[in-house]
């Protein structure tokens, strides 16, 4: 039996102010870094015991790792970061107040653009001054895998590779893994290891700062489920 944990980052300056992030590098809020520091604490106290952390490249979901690990004293662990497991992006809608978005698009549209699986939001250019393809973070990567925009579908199939590659592995060895992500990537991995429909998943909602636990077999079939 193996544990695999999933935090959402703790609040963000950007999600205090309504602004849609994705990509867009943020610092977590004051209240943020609290809600870091008690799921740490929840962590603690519930006996959960680490092995493997993973994170994204973005320093929202980074802090909230170390400030979890810490609190909860196993900021010492192996920890890789991966672009795979950033926030979907949110394309030209990047850094829009999401209720003057809705007064400008529509609350119809704009809701679709949030939540819907496969629909994509307007796509941000390369030549965008926000563009990630201008970011030292991702000069390694093939240009065309950089996104000028994604839905919950392109989100999953980034992230899959990671799983795959990484998560699985650890967890069918049978050690318990920490995945410190964003709202959307910890979604799109939700579908995958539940089995929630693409009908679903548009209900699906996952709270800043709240530790997920799942209890999965060597067969990575779950067990149990627990919101610490």
Known sequence: MSKLVFIRHGQSEWNLK???????DVNLSENGVAEAKEAGRKLKEAGIELDQ??????????????????????????????WRLNERHYGALQGQNKAEAAEKFGEEKVHIWRRSYDVLPPLLSE????????????????????PGGENLKVTL???????????????????????????????????????ISDEDIINLEIPTGQPIVYDMDKNLNIVDKKEL
């Not at 309504?18 to 867009?24: E, S």
């Not at 030549?127 to 950089?146: E, F, N, Q, T, W």
């Not at 050690?175 to 995958?192: D, F, P, Q």
């Open 18 to 24: 309504n602004l849609f992030t994705g990509w867009t």
């Open 53 to 82: 952390a993973y994170t994204s490249v973005l320093k929202r979901a980074i802090m909230t790792l170390h400030y979890a690990l810490e609190e909860s004293d196993q900021l010492w662990i192996p920890e890789m970061k991966s």
């Open 127 to 146: 030549d965008d001054p926000r563009s990630a393809a201008k970011d030292r973070r991702y000069a390694d990567l093939d240009p065309h895998v950089i």
């Open 157 to 195: 199939e980034r992230v899959m590779p990671f799983w795959e590659d990484h998560i699985a592995p650890d967890l069918i060895e049978g050690k318990n893994v920490i995945v410190a992500a964003h709202g959307n990537s910890l979604r799109a991995l939700t579908k995958y290891i539940e089995g």
